[in-house]
């Protein structure tokens, strides 16, 4: 029998139903979606129970992006974020949900299918969406580890350099405490989008990070030194993963280690959360610093990719003409109304 796609309208029916699936993350879970869909309009939920037969065998997390009635197009998750089938089968359908979501995605008229499958069965994924039609536009990588029963095994499965590094920033007087309130949350944006600005990239709104730094799936933790926040790190946690999603830092403070003593923190709290396995995010291949930094923690990479698949032709090459235009006038209003 083929599946079926229903949609998933009750969030709370939807987050009790993923959150223990092998894999799920935030970024399957309704508050990250309402919270997207609240700073980006263009985009709204796409998230459907898979069914066989009239049995529910899965859920298919996805996203629409509809910027201009002209154009729309269904996305497993924005930004390289992962989406698309969500199983406890030992042998996930994952050949038959990409022909449901297809097929899905023609009846309502989309002009393309975006998906980034998760590191955890890239290939089979890979060899997939290959099969299915879809091209491969953008490769990339994570890091991830799975975490231990115990902190002090925690602790030991650090390399020599980051257990010193801890110990620099308790001896220099940083201290770890969670954002307690708003300015917490604006005074960890304000490095963020300096970091950001340095970098030549777009910060993500403001109004978005105060929202996920009090809602169930996320937790903002700060370092201080001297009185002031000179570091901070947000995480997601949902289901059996946490997120690394954000992380910024004063440059001149990093001498005395907030950044080590805030990832302790981070993955001592998911830790005692009764997360499994924890994603540090994407990095930029030129920045070695970076990925030494999550290795040292004990976290390995994990490549996976992006893939497109064109279901109407002319609308996406139309697309394809004037997205630069348009990134270009969204980046302008992003940056004059931080």
Same mark, same amino acid.
């Given at each position: 029998?083929?599946?079926?796609?229903?949609?998933?309208?009750?969030?709370?029916?939807?987050? &009790?139903?993923?959150?223990?699936?092998?894999? =799920?993350?935030?970024?399957? %879970? %309704?508050?990250?979606?309402?919270?997207?869909?609240?700073?980006?309009?263009?985009?709204?939920?796409?998230?459907?129970?898979?069914?066989?037969?009239?049995?529910?065998? #899965?859920?298919? %997390?996805?996203?629409?992006?509809?910027?201009?009635?002209?154009?729309?197009?269904?996305?497993? &998750?924005?930004? *390289?974020?992962?989406?698309?089938?969500?199983?406890?089968?030992?042998?996930?359908?994952?050949?038959?949900?990409?022909?449901?979501?297809?097929?899905?995605?023609?009846?309502?008229?989309?002009?393309? +299918?975006?998906?980034?499958?998760?590191?955890?069965?890239?290939?089979?994924?890979?060899?997939?969406?290959?099969?299915? #039609?879809?091209?491969?536009?953008?490769?990339?990588?994570? *890091?991830?580890?799975?975490?231990?029963?115990?902190?002090?095994?925690?602790?030991?499965?650090?390399?020599?350099?980051?257990?010193?590094?801890?110990?620099?920033?308790?001896?220099?007087?940083?201290?770890?405490?969670?954002?307690?309130?708003? %300015?917490? &949350?604006?005074?960890?944006?304000?490095?963020? &989008?300096?970091?950001?600005?340095?970098?030549?990239? !777009?910060?993500?709104?403001?109004?978005?990070?105060? *929202?996920?730094?009090?809602?169930?799936?996320?937790? !903002? !933790?700060?370092?201080?030194?001297?009185?002031?926040?000179?570091?901070? !790190?947000?995480?997601?946690?949902?289901?059996?993963?946490?997120?690394?999603?954000?992380?910024?830092?004063?440059?001149?403070?990093?001498?005395?280690?907030?950044? *080590? =003593?805030?990832?302790?923190?981070?993955?001592?709290?998911?830790?005692?959360?009764?997360?499994?396995?924890?994603?540090?995010?994407?990095?930029?291949?030129?920045?070695?610093? +970076?990925?030494?930094?999550?290795?040292?923690?004990?976290?390995?990479?994990?490549?996976?990719?992006?893939?497109?698949?064109?279901? =109407?032709?002319?609308?996406?090459?139309?697309?394809?003409?004037?997205?630069?235009?348009?990134?270009? =006038?969204?980046?302008?209003?992003?940056?004059?109304?931080?």
């Amino acid at each position: 029998m083929p599946l079926e796609f229903a949609p998933a309208s009750d969030p709370d029916e939807w987050d &009790a139903y993923i959150r223990d699936l092998p894999h =799920a993350c935030a970024f399957h %879970s %309704s508050v990250w979606k309402q919270t997207l869909c609240a700073s980006y309009p263009p985009y709204r939920a796409g998230d459907y129970f898979v069914t066989r037969d009239g049995e529910r065998v #899965g859920a298919w %997390s996805g996203m629409t992006f509809a910027p201009l009635p002209f154009w729309s197009f269904e996305e497993a &998750a924005p930004w *390289h974020l992962f989406g698309g089938l969500l199983s406890n089968e030992d042998d996930p359908p994952i050949e038959d949900a990409l022909r449901a979501w297809e097929s899905s995605a023609r009846r309502l008229g989309r002009s393309a +299918l975006t998906l980034t499958p998760p590191p955890s069965d890239f290939g089979r994924w890979r060899d997939a969406l290959s099969a299915s #039609g879809f091209e491969k536009i953008e490769s990339k990588f994570t *890091h991830s580890m799975g975490l231990p029963e115990h902190v002090e095994t925690l602790w030991e499965n650090y390399k020599g350099s980051v257990r010193t590094d801890v110990r620099r920033a308790e001896k220099s007087g940083v201290s770890v405490r969670p954002a307690l309130v708003v %300015s917490d &949350a604006d005074d960890f944006y304000d490095l963020y &989008a300096a970091t950001m600005d340095r970098f030549d990239s !777009l910060a993500k709104p403001r109004d978005m990070v105060r *929202h996920l730094t009090f809602s169930p799936i996320g937790r !903002l !933790l700060v370092a201080e030194r001297e009185a002031r926040i000179v570091a901070g !790190l947000l995480y997601l946690h949902f289901g059996k993963t946490m997120t690394v999603w954000m992380a910024a830092s004063v440059p001149e403070e990093r001498r005395y280690s907030p950044n *080590h =003593a805030l990832y302790h923190a981070a993955l001592t709290d998911a830790l005692y959360a009764g997360c499994e396995r924890v994603d540090f995010g994407a990095s930029p291949p030129e920045n070695e610093g +970076l990925v030494k930094f999550k290795e040292s923690f004990g976290a390995t990479r994990a490549e996976f990719g992006t893939f497109l698949k064109g279901i =109407a032709p002319v609308r996406l090459g139309l697309w394809r003409l004037a997205e630069p235009a348009m990134r270009k =006038a969204y980046r302008l209003l992003q940056k004059t109304t931080q």
